[in-house]
């Protein structure tokens, strides 16, 4: 439940958002800005309903139809297609629509159509060329289809298009964890260059701790982790590789502590899940 200066402080971002977007003069703009802010806090309800009243309001938005496409996937007991009809609207009204191109890539990649979310996405990717994180999701649809030499490519592109950003040093760091690629020789010096620039980011030094454990160095892995602990005590991510590191020192208490603080900070996620495998596993 969330307290009150919570509930205040969302309510003053809300507030903003709707004086920034009625500076547009246009209602459905200002919807379809309260729907995206309501969308970043995971109220997808009142989000698919700000989404839908920008549509009627304006039934050639192709932004507010790509919008309620995505927000209905997130509603509760959706049906199988539910988001389909509204993303081939926005399709319909605007093929160079950033948001729908994006949106429908996303919606084919949670069918398991990689090929379909591909032609998507490198739609969207030539529409905003200079988008790092446009790159970093063309590298890992290249990557699930198995060719990472063209995934490698893309990860690199992000990079050279933001040499600054230590979330997409970071992506390139866990591809390359997740592939076994350049770990030494690509993977460490992003991990250290994404530590310089965010130093008190749990991330930041998570990557750095999961890249020394690969290559052997247990000693400073953990410590990094616990670094990434004291930035930010519940953070999943490190939590659970804490607990891989603790099996390996055979700590058994200390392992089954972060695997179960992973679990129950990040449920019905990858994390929680690779948790629950490393906890059966036990002897």
């Known amino acids: 439940q969330k307290s009150d200066s919570e509930n205040a402080s969302q309510s003053s971002q809300l507030a ?37 009243r ?14 309620l496409g995505e927000a209905n996937q997130h509603l509760d007991e959706t049906p199988a297609e539910a988001g389909l009809v509204e993303l081939k609207k926005a399709i319909e009204q605007n093929p160079e629509s950033l948001a729908a191109n994006t949106f429908f890539a996303i919606y084919w990649q949670r069918k398991g159509d990689i090929e379909e979310a591909q032609e998507y996405l490198l739609t969207a990717a030539s529409l905003d060329p200079s988008n790092p994180a446009l790159q970093i999701y063309v590298g890992e649809l290249w990557a699930q289809q198995g060719d990472l030499t063209a995934a490698q490519s893309h990860y690199q592109k992000a990079l050279e298009l933001d040499t600054h950003s230590a979330a997409t040093l970071q992506a390139l760091v866990e591809f390359s964890i997740r592939y ?29 701790g999961q890249i020394l454990f690969r290559l052997g160095d247990s000693l400073n892995a953990k410590r990094f982790w616990l670094r990434a602990l004291e ?17 390996f020192q055979d700590q058994p208490d200390l392992a089954r502590e972060h695997l179960a603080m992973a679990i129950s900070l990040a449920p019905d996620s990858a994390i929680a899940a690779h948790a629950q495998r490393l906890l059966e596993d036990f002897p």
């Open 231 to 247: 930035e930010d005590a519940v953070y999943a991510p490190t939590h659970l590789h804490l607990g891989l590191c603790y099996i």
């Open 16 to 52: 903003h958002t709707i004086q920034r977007a009625q500076l547009k003069d246009a209602p459905s703009y200002t919807l379809l800005a309260v729907g995206q802010e309501l969308a970043a806090k995971n109220q997808w309800e009142l989000a698919a309903h700000a989404f839908w």
């Open 180 to 208: 076994n690629l350049d770990l030494r020789a690509t993977a460490l010096p992003a991990a250290r260059q994404a530590v310089l620039l965010a130093p008190d980011d749990p991330a930041s030094l998570d990557v750095m």
């Open 54 to 67: 920008a549509t009627q309001l304006r039934p050639d938005y192709a932004e507010a139809w790509a919008y």
